[in-house]
């Protein structure tokens, strides 16, 4: 599926105003493209990913999803979050089967839930309960889940950002595979250079909030890949970790800013001094 955003600007109502999230942001997307979103804590990563997925609609700007306009969420794009979000009172297979149940009879779930658990080597676990599954394991039962689906676009925010680092590169190689076979469009955000450069054709790098665009790095590079390979890598997660820093250091600037602000004024405020004086 092709994705269209078009000069969407995201603002939240909050007790202190209003917060922009994102501002003017245009973008295209290939069908069948993975990019990746990185960027500072709080710069609209995960919100445009919302937008998208038709969770939140834009302030303005326009999100199309092959030339129509996303007004909500729909069976064409699917939302895997850094949690697995997983019913416990259902089995492996019970879980993934759980957005065919409306869709198809019994017998035919259960055979798609099969062959998706099999693409994520879960068989023999199908009729396990999630407290009994590792955590990488459930990242995969939400990966087999979403993909039993068979959604156009796989929206993944921060999937694996709570595993371990080996269990983290095995689940790198799997979506590879799987991204080679199925060819969806694929919108993932993480904090993670070396993530990003693993597995995006593009990388873009998101500036501190409100959040845009900075810079977009193609990562030319065929697949599967492996970070251990010493040719390739270091100079495009060096280049990604050089503009996040740049950014982050922006907020860090402004919370120290901030911070002496309020403590200014609590001490000055008790002497009488005229916080307007210029002092």
């Not at 990242?139 to 595993?163: C, G, Q």
């Not at 983290?168 to 199925?182: P, V």
């Not at 599967?224 to 270091?234: F, T, Y």
């Amino acid at each position: 599926m092709r994705l269209s955003i078009q000069g969407v600007t995201k603002e939240f109502e909050t007790r202190d105003g209003k917060i922009l999230a994102l501002d003017e942001t245009s973008l295209e997307i290939k069908s069948g493209e993975f990019v990746c979103f990185v960027g500072p804590s709080g710069c609209g990563k995960t919100t445009l990913l919302n937008l998208v997925a038709g969770l939140e609609t834009p302030t303005r700007g326009t999100i199309l999803a092959n030339e129509n306009a996303v007004t909500g969420p729909g069976h064409d794009r699917v939302v895997i979050f850094q949690e697995a979000a997983l019913f416990p009172w259902l089995n492996v297979i019970q879980n993934v089967e759980f957005g065919l149940m409306k869709r198809m009879e019994s017998k035919k779930r259960h055979e798609i839930a099969r062959a998706f658990l099999n693409l994520v080597h879960l068989t023999r676990f199908e009729k396990s309960y999630i407290h009994e599954l590792s955590g990488g394991m459930k990242s995969r039962v939400a990966l087999a889940r979403a993909l039993a689906l068979n959604p156009s676009v796989l929206l993944m925010d921060e999937p694996f950002a709570a595993l371990d680092a080996q269990t983290r590169g095995i689940l790198h190689e799997e979506l590879q595979d799987i991204f080679l076979k199925t060819k969806q469009t694929v919108l993932f955000v993480t904090h993670n250079a070396r993530e990003a450069v693993r597995l995006a054709d593009r990388v873009l790098v998101f500036t501190a909030r409100p959040g845009k665009i900075k810079a977009e790095i193609r990562i030319e590079k065929s697949r599967p890949r492996d970070l251990i390979d010493p040719d390739w890598p270091i100079a495009y997660i060096k280049k990604i970790e050089v503009l996040l820093r740049e950014e982050i250091e922006k907020v860090l600037k402004e919370e120290v800013d901030r911070e002496w602000s309020l403590k200014k004024t609590d001490l000055l405020r008790p002497a009488g001094i005229d916080l307007g004086s210029g002092i």
